[in-house]
């Protein structure tokens, strides 16, 4: 297969994995500029010291499906958001673990534990592109990218995803080091006008495949709005090469267990 959140900020998506999350309300002006409106999805509040359950289900073009279990936490501590990812799992998986420290300044940083071969290693500038663990999403979509990176315009102030009011906007990278590091030469959102949710986006990467992301079952659960599911496809000439689900199970805020020694690559 090819190429949370909790916090859906410019991975062009960075949406991606930790299956979003957001407490906040949109309080953007009706002609928000693209870049105000990547603003303010990057800053909005998604929550603290929260631990997830998730099943990831891996289906590949011939149909054969994979299902893996994970613990996902996430904090906000000072200078930053931090993630870390464990599989539980089967067999082949469990003990492998993702760390990912994003900095309110400088560069962020990426740590990959892999069980079997003893070592965690840093993933660092194009390594962000490749796919985790054989999943829909890459290194990068697990991280959240800076807006800055992004030239973003609004394609569409009235769109709407089943429904739920939201902005269509256009984004592009805004040098070569910036599509290197995400592996999208382009890519299009749908941001939900009131809980800054992204509900849609559309990749494109290398050798014509398009990687298409659908935020469902979208509630808000003691003041937090969450999807509880999320849908990655890769499509190339109109053909779904995998697909990736992601369901949050058990879901908790506020965890006291969730420590920032949990956030430190030796924890892995």
Do not use: C, N
Not at 17 to 26: I, M, N, Y
Not at 145 to 170: C, N, S, Y
Not at 215 to 225: I, L, P
């Amino acid at each position: 297969m090819s190429s949370s959140p909790l916090r859906v900020a410019a991975l062009i998506l960075s949406a991606l994995l930790l299956l979003l999350a957001s407490r906040a309300l949109s309080q953007l002006p009706a002609d928000a500029d693209g870049a105000a409106i990547l603003r303010a999805l990057h800053d909005r509040d998604a929550g603290d010291r929260l631990r997830a359950e998730v099943r990831m289900t891996l289906t590949d073009g011939r149909g054969a499906r994979r299902v893996r279990e994970l613990e996902l936490v996430m904090a906000r501590f000072d200078g930053g958001l931090r993630t870390r990812m464990r599989f539980r799992h089967p067999a082949d998986v469990a003990g492998t673990a993702l760390l990912t420290i994003d900095h309110d300044e400088g560069e962020d940083e990426q740590w990959l534990h892999l069980p079997a071969l003893g070592r965690t290693a840093r993933i660092r500038g194009g390594g962000r592109a490749r796919s985790f663990l054989g999943s829909d999403l890459s290194f990068a979509d697990l991280s959240r990218r800076e807006p800055g990176e992004w030239i973003a315009e609004v394609r569409d102030r009235d769109a709407t995803v089943d429904g739920t009011p939201a902005w269509h906007l256009a984004l592009r990278p805004r040098d070569a080091e910036v599509r290197e590091a995400t592996g999208y030469a382009r890519a299009e959102l749908w941001v939900a006008k009131e809980s800054l949710l992204v509900l849609r986006s559309k990749g494109w990467m290398e050798g014509g495949h398009v990687k298409y992301v659908m935020a469902e079952d979208v509630a808000r659960v003691d003041g937090v709005w969450v999807a509880r599911r999320l849908v990655a496809r890769t499509v190339r000439a109109g053909e779904v090469e995998s697909e990736t689900v992601l369901e949050r199970r058990a879901l908790r805020f506020d965890d006291p267990s969730v420590t920032e020694g949990l956030f430190v690559p030796a924890a892995l």
